[in-house]
């Protein structure tokens, strides 16, 4: 998928190729998940998602293209349903817990497309690597410059704001590795914990610290 | 590696066969970050520790069982190095800073046999696989125990402990994907913020959420 591509199924109106696309990334990302890129063959995503290896060879070029196509497709998700909904609110603390609330959604929502994103760099062209970690690195930047914005408010005290940012991701990301659909809790319920975590992680750190006579 | 093996590697004296083991775990371990572990061979594990195939035969029976040995000895580093001096820890509050401190800490020291035992659980026989994911288990069982003991003592106020063991378990194992020894921090300032921000996830949260007017 090139970066127009990537563009015109974000931005075309939706039809029946773009509805079959995305579902074979998800299905494609669920069985990359299950068994490993690297044990995944062509036939086995053809397979689950009730194509000829023909068929397949109509929607993606191959297993490496495909790869970038799924993580193309989980970063544009990502900036469709929380960076430019997070870049509208102009309030540096309640654009954290929108970063937080949307992004932890997301995952709870489609977690597989997701997680590989992390998992399989290695497995792509150099070119089309540096363009994820390109997308991935700006979105570090940007909860980043949310909590220099807080410090610079005087609400957040002697965290760096790069490795906030990180803890804060690697907390959210991991949902998909413990969150299950049928579990104990509804995902709204996860959404609104892991927001309240993130949150007090970065803003009330020093202040009850302070108070605390244990400290 | 048998269990029994593991607990030889644990309480046996050390001596040259064992520095010799952990050093093929360390290095097989960072082939595996690096290449993948379906992508990496035999071949290029015996090159990395200057071995024949032959003489790394002497050490592992194949490539599926210095997967499980490495996770073994990584969960045996987290026992030595985390569980045990915090299950020493009587106060939650303190004993909850010792996990993360200690587990921290351990990852920039170490990250890549750290890090390989998350992604790739799919690549090890089931039994092998059940016997990794009992004891990453008993691991948030802990922390969300210590979480429900300072939710006994009103500390912690409206959080479920699993999530919230879960979420710091995420955080935590981050550290692995971002920090860098070469980098702009001191190991030792990153273990204390990623301790202040995990500390604060859990025990600062509602206190100021109530007296917080935005709320």
Known sequence: MTAL??????????NG???RRAEIYRNA???FHRKGYHATSINDIAAAVGLTKAGLYYYIKGKQDLLFAIMSFAMDQLDEQVIEPARKVRDPRTRLETIVTCHARLITQDSSALTI?????????PGDRADIIDRQRD???????????LRDEGKVVGLDPTVGAFSLVGMILWISRWYRADGRL???????????MAV????????DQTKDPDR
Chains 1, 2 share one sequence.
């Not at 979105?139 to 914005?149: E, N, W």
């Open 139 to 149: 979105y570090v930047d940007f909860i980043a410059d949310t909590l220099a914005a």
């Open 186 to 196: 509804e995902a709204e319920e996860v959404v609104a914990e892991v927001t309240r």
């Open 5 to 14: 591509d990537s563009v015109a199924l974000r931005t075309a109106a939706a």
């Open 17 to 19: 190729e773009q509805d």
């Open 29 to 31: 990302a669920r069985i």
């Open 117 to 125: 994103l992390v998992n399989e760099l290695e497995g792509l062209l």
């Open 200 to 207: 007090a992680a970065v803003l009330n750190r020093s202040t």
